[in-house]
Structures are given as structure tokens and as C-alpha cells.
């Protein structure tokens, strides 16, 4: 039985509506299946298990199944090291500092706020330059363009070279998925390709960005040097591809379940229109009801560990289905509903505990001034299909595209 829902869970049939077979899980809250991971689904274990130092996120202690284009092993010689999404304390918690520093608070507390009439300009520009109003694909002309231009411009990126780098992070993205059937072994090797080429890609940027500095985040990781010391060019280039992948691949789905969401929510999308500070409260009932990233699949027990009086032996690997978590009625009320005037939207959407969200202040205001602004400024946009199509991933779940109609462009 178990097994049956993990295959629904990756099969791509469902891939439009998920959340029933998470209903289904729940009801057994830590599903096992001889030899597949242990698969937690509802809200208040898998936030304690977010939390709980006995749980690892280094990829180096998977059993199997668990490739993770990221993580790969520091021992490929041609591949780059985990970066600190795939690694424990005390490393972890080096690297995310060293990065933070360049970020958030308490050396960086303007850098996202800043970024905010530039953000403006770019939804802005965009929103200017869709096409024949009759025919939007919101992915292509909006969704995917915005925050791919933002993590470019934040790292210091040139934007001309998307074309290059947009095949390896979609392989790297794609390969987040686990499987269960595949050879962990021939799984991987696509993905160290392309970590490769990223590696290589950046790798010459960087060392462009040592000779002649500029004000980006790229520029400040390899020049500076904190109380912690440099970072290691291997060290680097790992973050600077984590940053880059994990700065565009889910922002995009985000914005485009977002603006899905309030076209089958006519109501709540005429309420932003006349108010849009309503955006806050609107994204954060997104990332409750639709989140990008719908699982985290690749964990594993430091050490026997008991939730729900099921022994979870040392050495599992466990999946946690946070966009269950959020739909899990013992935690909100009619969680099926989306309604942003919940008094308490505490959701999974952005992960929690030591790994929580980098970029959550970004991604949050990406996804607030976009939403805004296509509400303001389309005029009665409607969707043109409904589902729309998906992409493969199920991790990262979001529609390949979404074609919407409106009579026209407000200026
Ligand atoms: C809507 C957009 C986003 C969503 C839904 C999202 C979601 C998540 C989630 C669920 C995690 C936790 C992973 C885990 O516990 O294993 C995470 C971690 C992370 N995210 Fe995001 N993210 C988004 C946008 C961004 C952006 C824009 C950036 C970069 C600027 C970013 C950078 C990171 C990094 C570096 C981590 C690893 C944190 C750590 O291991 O300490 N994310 N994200």
C-alpha cells in the first residue's frame, strides 16, 4: 500500500491534483514500505522532525535512492562538493553564515528592501512587454524571465547567458525527484554532468569577479573575508550554484501557482486588485496551499528515532511531505480552502529549522510584487486551461505553462 502511494505521489498523472493522495497518506502518519523510506505526512511531526539534530540532510548518509543534484559525492572528482543545503552543523551553519553575511541581517539587513524599485521596474518592463493579450504563456513571458533576471543581478550573473545555464539547473532541478525503481548509480550521472558544467561556468566568473569586483553577491563571497576566514573556491562554487539554482527553479512556480490560484479565486483576485498590501497575506496562504516545493525526500536518521510510536530505525531515510503538512486538517481549519485571511498561517512552505529558507525574504517579495502587479495591471485576465500542463518534477511541482487571456494592459 505504501509503495502504491509513493508512485502516486512521482506519477506524473497526478501531478495537477496531488493533495488527495496526501489525505491518503495521512492517515497513516508514518507510512513504511519493506526497504522505501519512511515517509511522514502530517504537520506537527515533520515540523519536530525539522527541528530535530537527529535527523541529517548530508546527502554522504543516504542509503540510497536519494540523489540529490547538489549533494553529490565530495569524492567525484569532477563534481562540486555538497553545498550547505546537503550538509550538517557545524558546517553548515559556517557556510550559511558566511553567505548570510552578504544577505541579511545583522551585517546585510537592507540588501533585499533595497532591491525593491529594481524589482519593480523588472515585474514592471516585463508585464510592458507581454505579447498579443489574447494569448499569454505566464511561464515563458513572466514567471520564469522575473526571478532568473533577480538571482542573476543579486549574484552578478550576466542575465545574456541564461540560455546556457537554464539546461543544467532544469537537469539538476529535475533530478531532485526520487525514485524508487532507479539505479542510484545511472541517476546520477546525468546530474554530474551538468554540475560540472555549471561548476566550470562559474568557476570563470568568479575568478573575473576576484580581478575586477563589482557590488554583487558573487563578487563579495569570493573577496571577502569574515571571522570566519574565505571560503574555499570548492566552497564557492557550490553555494554559488545552490544559490542560483534555488533562486530561480521555485520562485517561478510560486508566482505561477499564485496567479492559477487567484484565477480560480475570482474574489480574492478583485480584492487584491483594489488593495494590494493584501499580497502578504495572499503568498503566505500560498506557500500554505500550494507550495513549490512539495517534499523534502532526502533525510536520514542519525539514530533510532520514535514518532507516533513507530521506531524509525537509525540509518532510514525519510521523506517529508511538507505540502501534506500544510493540508492537515489536526492543524488548520478546512485546509482545503484557500483563504489568505486565516489568523494563523504558519506553513512548511519555506521549510523550517536550521535549513529554513535562505532566500525567504526574497522569494517572499518577488512573489508580493508580482502577484500585485499582474492584478493591477491585467485586465480581466482568464485562464485558458484548466488544469494547466505541469512540469515532470513532483518535488518542484509547478506548470510547464499557463495560458491566460485578458481584454488588455493597463499602464
Ligand atoms: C518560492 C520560492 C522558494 C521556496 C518555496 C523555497 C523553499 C525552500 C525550502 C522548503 C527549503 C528547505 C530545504 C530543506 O530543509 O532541506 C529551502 C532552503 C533553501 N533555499 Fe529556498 N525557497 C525559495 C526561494 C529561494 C530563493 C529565492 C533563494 C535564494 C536567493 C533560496 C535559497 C535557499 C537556500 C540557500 C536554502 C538552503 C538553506 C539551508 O540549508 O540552510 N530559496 N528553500
Known amino acids: 500500500m505504501t509503495q502504491t502511494l509513493l508512485h502516486q505521489i512521482l506519477d506524473y498523472a497526478n501531478r495537477a491534483d496531488p493533495y488527495p493522495i496526501y489525505e491518503e497518506l495521512r492517515r497513516t502518519p508514518v507510512h513504511h514500505d519493506t526497504d522505501g ?107 520564469y524571465p522575473f526571478p532568473v533576471t533577480v538571482i542573476c543581478r543579486l549574484l552578478g550573473i550576466p542575465r545574456e547567458d541564461e540560455a546556457r545555464f537554464h539546461t543544467w539547473a532544469d537537469t539538476l532541478a529535475a533530478s531532485l525527484d526520487p525514485d524508487p525503481d532507479a539505479d542510484p548509480a545511472e541517476r546520477g550521472k546525468g546530474t554530474v554532468e551538468a554540475r560540472m558544467q555549471l561548476g566550470m561556468y562559474l568557476a570563470g566568473l568568479i575568478e573575473e569577479r576576484r580581478k575586477n569586483p563589482g557590488d554583487d553577491m558573487l563578487s563579495q563571497l569570493a573577496t571577502a573575508e569574515g571571522q570566519d576566514g574565505p571560503m574555499t573556491t570548492m566552497e564557492l562554487l557550490s553555494t554559488a550554484a545552490l544559490l542560483l539554482i534555488a533562486g530561480h527553479e521555485t520562485t517561478v512556480n510560486l508566482i505561477t501557482n499564485g496567479m492559477l490560484t487567484l484565477l480560480r ?29 512539495q517534499l523534502l525526500p532526502g533525510r536520514t536518521a542519525l539514530a533510532d528515532i ?22 492537515d486538517p489536526q492543524r488548520f481549519e478546512n485546509p482545503d480552502r484557500f483563504d489568505p485571511d486565516r489568523p494563523d498561517v504558519q506553513h512548511l512552505g519555506l521549510g523550517s529549522g536550521i535549513h529554513s529558507c535562505f532566500g525567504a525574504p526574497l522569494a517572499r517579495l518577488e512573489a508580493q510584487l508580482a502577484l500585485s502587479e499582474l492584478a493591477r495591471r491585467l485586465e480581466k485576465p482568464r485562464l485558458l486551461e484548466d488544469p494547466p500542463p505541469y512540469r515532470q518534477n513532483a518535488v518542484l511541482r509547478g506548470p510547464r505553462h499557463l495560458r491566460i487571456a485578458c481584454d488588455g494592459i493597463r499602464p
Open 37 to 143: 523510506p519512511y515517509v511522514i505526512s502530517t504537520y506537527y511531526e515533520i515540523r519536530s522532525l525539522l527541528h530535530d539534530p537527529r535527523l541529517s540532510s548530508d546527502a554522504r548518509n543516504l542509503a540510497s535512492g536519494g540523489a540529490d543534484p547538489l549533494a553529490e559525492s565530495a569524492s567525484e572528482e569532477s563534481a562540486l562538493p555538497p553545498s550547505f543545503l546537503r550538509l550538517d552543523p557545524p558546517e553548515h551553519d559556517r557556510l550559511r553564515r558566511m553567505t548570510n553575511r552578504h544577505f541579511g541581517p545583522p551585517h546585510s539587513p537592507h540588501r533585499v528592501d533595497a532591491m525593491r524599485p529594481e524589482l519593480h521596474d523588472i515585474v514592471g518592463g516585463l508585464i510592458d512587454g507581454l505579447g498579443d493579450p489574447g494569448r499569454i504563456d505566464l511561464v515563458e513571458e513572466f514567471s
Open 265 to 293: 479565486n475570482p474574489d480574492v483576485l478583485q480584492r487584491l486588485r483594489a488593495e494590494p498590501r493584501l499580497a502578504v497575506p495572499i503568498v503566505e496562504e500560498l506557500l500554505r496551499f500550494e507550495p513549490p516545493v
Open 306 to 327: 520514535e514518532v507516533r510510536g513507530v521506531t524509525i530505525p537509525k540509518g532510514s531515510t525519510l521523506w517529508l511531505v511538507l505540502a501534506s503538512g500544510n493540508r
